[in-house]
């Protein structure tokens, strides 16, 4: 029997009967080995000895000098495969071989979690297939290329806008006819377990930042920023603080081009509250309840809902919940590249966006922004939009 599903009001098991089952497996697995010493201590040992684990902080100094905040990056672009998503394929991958699974299925947009699935499948001996929407494995084909090298199977989705959405519900399809399978969710969201579950395996990234900031910085910061796709780097880092009153927590939805219908995906500023893939929480829908297409310049915070967690935090006032546009985020990624030497994701990009935004207000205050992913995965939409903008 599955209890404590819930974030207040939001999150659940909005799920068909044909998943129960396997949901249920993957609660009672996850309660068992979350309190194993054993299985903790072979998970450490891969963040530390595989993935790179700890991550550093660095302070952004000449930034901060420019604008005068003490900006500080917790750096999960370092980490093995370019982003904050292997902590949580890992700890799944793990779980799931635990209880002798030994096919993986997952979802992704961008593919950044397919790569960083693919990657824990290969380390562990896993059989891996991956869906992906047809639009994202066009435009995001070396991420594809990578994830079969290392013997992953990418399974092209041709149905809906053919993007992540669609690759989620052709997932938690071929989990239904093969329970047999585990589904590694690749953020906070989803039915109950995954919101606590990946939030979880994504902790560390704010364990550490907690105590690196204190040794580095003397004190704790003012303010924790974090790009908001699915919520998981964001709650990772926000989890370290949640007990710090004196801590403000914001976290940057994809702005795109605009609070248009369709053009963004701000799930707290342009949505409501409702259910998708499992879980009640904020999402971009219309009257009736259909899902309202998106648009984000990072595939990775292109995503209609957000994780219940999030959902919860905001509703209570301990988090709050801005956007950054396309332009923003570009126009911080080109800031973090040319003063820092840091080429950031795209995504980590809108976290940096809203500390630009509100520079003049932040300053003299200690910042800790978490650099979810490096950005070399988006050269290819710099250079275009770069080469766009020269020819106009
Ligand atoms: C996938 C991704 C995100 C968005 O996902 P969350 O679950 O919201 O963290 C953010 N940054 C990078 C680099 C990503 O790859």
């Known amino acids: 029997m599955i209890k404590q599903t819930r974030f207040g009001e939001f999150g659940g098991v909005f799920a068909p009967e044909t998943l129960m089952a396997s949901l249920e497996e993957l609660e009672q697995a996850w309660r068992h080995l979350r309190a194993d010493a054993k299985f903790q201590a072979r998970l450490q040992n891969l963040l530390h000895t595989y993935a790179g684990r700890p991550t550093p902080l660095t302070l952004a100094e000449r930034l901060s000098d420019e ?23 890992l700890g799944q991958c793990l779980l799931a071989k635990e209880i002798g699974k030994t096919r993986i ?12 699935t693919a990657t824990a499948c290969a380390k562990l001996g896993l059989e891996c297939v991956v869906y992906m929407g047809a639009v ?46 585990h589904y590694v969710l690749g953020s906070a969201l989803g039915p109950h377990p995954f919101p606590s579950m990946v939030a979880e395996f994504h902790e560390v990234i704010g364990k550490e930042a907690r105590a690196q900031i204190l040794q580095q910085a003397n004190g704790l910061p003012d303010v924790a ?35 248009e219908e369709g053009k963004h995906a701000a799930r707290f500023s342009g949505g409501k509250p409702g259910v998708l893939h499992g879980c009640y929480t904020w999402l971009l829908q219309d009257a009736d309840g259909q899902i309202l297409p998106t648009h984000s310049v990072s595939a990775g915070l292109d995503y209609p809902a957000v994780g219940p967690e999030h959902a919860e935090l905001q509703k209570r006032g301990r988090a709050r919940y801005e956007y950054a546009t396309d332009d923003e985020a570009l126009h911080a990624f080109a800031q973090l590249s040319e003063k820092e030497g840091i080429l950031p994701a795209l995504e980590s990009s809108h976290a940096v ?15 800790i922004v978490n650099l979810s992913g490096r950005g070399d995965k988006d050269l290819a939409t710099i250079f275009s939009l770069r080469d766009a903008e020269a020819n106009s």
């Open 225 to 259: 920023i974090a790009c908001v796709g699915g919520g998981s780097n964001a709650i990772g880092l926000f989890r370290g603080f949640m007990q710090d009153d004196s801590v403000e927590m914001v976290g940057v939805e994809a702005g795109g081009e605009g609070m």
């Open 105 to 116: 299925l997952a979802e992704t947009g961008a593919g950044q979690h397919g790569v960083a």
């Open 353 to 367: 966006a809203w500390v630009l935004q509100n520079a003049t207000a932040l300053r003299g205050k200690r910042l």
């Open 136 to 181: 994202d494995a066009k435009r995001q084909k070396p991420n594809v290329g990578r994830m079969e090298l290392m013997g992953a199977r990418v399974e092209v989705v041709e149905h809906g806008q053919r993007t992540l959405k669609d690759a989620i519900n052709e997932a938690m399809r071929a989990w239904v006819s093969d329970p047999a399978a």
């Open 67 to 89: 604008h005068g905040f003490e900006l500080w990056l917790k750096r999960e672009d370092l980490l093995h495969t370019g982003a904050h998503k292997l902590n949580n394929a």
